[in-house]
């Protein structure tokens, strides 16, 4: 999706309101990867916030300790899946190019 103009799910700018980065889990040199975008370059498009979006780094993404980096409000480690686009996925980039793209249903 990078390819396609969008950023990381977890660098909206609404980001904290839906999970809370432990900043002192993560590697030094890796912090620049929890950086939030500004409302002007972040495409959310209007969408809610998409824990399930391929493009939602994993719980213990660049962890320097092996505890977690990333939870959500509830204090439940964030599981990142890579397998496919979410059904927001799909939203945002028909939305974005207009166009309709479907989910592949053969697995």
């Given at each position: 999706?990078?390819?396609?103009?969008?950023?990381?799910?977890?660098s909206r700018p609404d980001r904290d309101v839906?999970?809370?980065?432990?900043?002192?889990?993560?590697?030094?040199?890796?912090?620049?990867?929890?950086?939030?975008?500004?409302?002007?370059?972040?495409?959310?498009?209007?969408?809610?916030?998409?824990?399930?979006?391929?493009?939602?780094?994993?719980?213990?993404?660049?962890?320097?300790?092996?505890?977690?980096?990333?939870?959500?409000?509830?204090?439940?480690?964030?599981?990142?899946?890579?397998?496919?686009?979410?059904?927001?996925?799909?939203?945002?980039?028909?939305?974005?190019?207009?166009?309709?793209?479907?989910?592949?249903?053969?697995?």
């Amino acid at each position: 999706m990078h390819v396609l103009g969008f950023w990381h799910e977890h660098s909206r700018p609404d980001r904290d309101v839906f999970v809370t980065v432990q900043y002192n889990n993560v590697a030094k040199e890796s912090k620049h990867n929890f950086k939030r975008l500004g409302k002007g370059l972040a495409k959310s498009l209007d969408s809610p916030y998409d824990l399930s979006s391929i493009m939602h780094f994993n719980g213990y993404s660049f962890s320097t300790n092996s505890m977690p980096t990333i939870l959500d409000k509830n204090g439940n480690t964030v599981t990142a899946q890579r397998s496919d686009l979410s059904k927001e996925d799909i939203a945002e980039i028909n939305q974005l190019y207009q166009c309709v793209i479907t989910p592949n249903m053969d697995g």
